[in-house]
């Protein structure tokens, strides 16, 4: 079955780095757009960056254009978020998803999440 | 940006009755639409797509319509599992892509 599986998060101090991976099982993986999203605590889904099935194509929300860079490894079937120059309000649980068809976006897959909390 | 509202915010149901929420687009996004549950601690899950599509596995006593700026999200009967939050995701223009802010169905 499709299984996307999150891990990298955890405390980090502000203006520090980290790099999330989003490990993906039970499909092609270089055939799927995937997307990273994030949810704050207690609050409603954001989107963050999106990258096509061959990493020809990125997007990023203008809150983390500049400081976030996704990318994949097909080699690996793992999607990679590296967060630098992190801040506070980038504390969130952060999903990647899958999509369908690329110019459609809506999200058919999500993993279970991994938390980054950002704080001093 | 096309910026996505939801209302209520909260919505308190008995279970068995019927859930109407609603959301409005800041502009028109088609049927370009998606609808999410979300139960505590876990990922969202799909329930809807092209405003009105059930994806796989989802019960028919959930219902999506709607197209342009207003779409609504019916739960004919609520069963105990659908007390959750929902929301509201438009495709037809991005980036960025833009959810709406939720609505809670919790138990009257």
């Known amino acids: 079955q499709v299984l996307l599986v999150e891990s990298g998060g955890g405390v980090v101090q502000p203006g520090r780095s980290l790099r999330l991976s989003c490990a993906a099982s039970?499909?092609?993986?270089?055939?799927?757009?995937i997307h990273w999203v994030r949810q704050a605590p207690g609050k409603g889904l954001e989107w963050v960056a999106f990258?096509?099935?061959?990493?020809?194509?990125?997007y990023y929300a203008d809150s983390v254009k500049g400081r976030f860079t996704i990318s994949r490894d097909t080699s690996k079937s793992t999607l990679y978020l590296q967060m630098n120059r992190l801040r506070t309000e980038d504390t969130a649980v952060y999903y990647c998803a899958r999509v369908l068809i690329p110019a459609l976006p809506w999200f058919d897959y999500w993993g279970q999440g991994t938390l980054v909390t950002v704080s001093s | 940006e096309i910026v996505m509202t939801q209302s209520p915010a909260t919505l308190s149901v008995s279970p068995g009755d019927r859930a109407t929420l609603s959301c409005r687009a800041s502009?028109?996004?088609?049927?370009?639409l998606a609808w999410y549950q979300q139960k505590p601690g876990q990922a969202p899950r799909v329930l809807i797509y092209?405003?009105?599509t059930r994806a796989t596995g989802i019960p028919a006593r959930f219902s999506g319509s709607g197209s342009g700026t207003e779409f609504t999200l019916t739960i004919s009967s609520l069963q105990s599992e659908d007390f959750a939050v929902y929301y509201c995701?438009?495709?037809?223009?991005?980036?960025?892509?833009?959810f709406g802010g939720g609505t809670k169905v919790e138990i009257k």
């Open positions: 990258i096509s099935y061959d990493g020809d194509k990125i």
């Open positions: 092209g405003a009105s």
């Open positions: 039970g499909f092609t993986f270089s055939s799927y757009a």
């Open positions: 995701q438009q495709y037809n223009t991005w980036p960025p892509l833009t």
């Open positions: 502009q028109s996004v088609s049927n370009n």
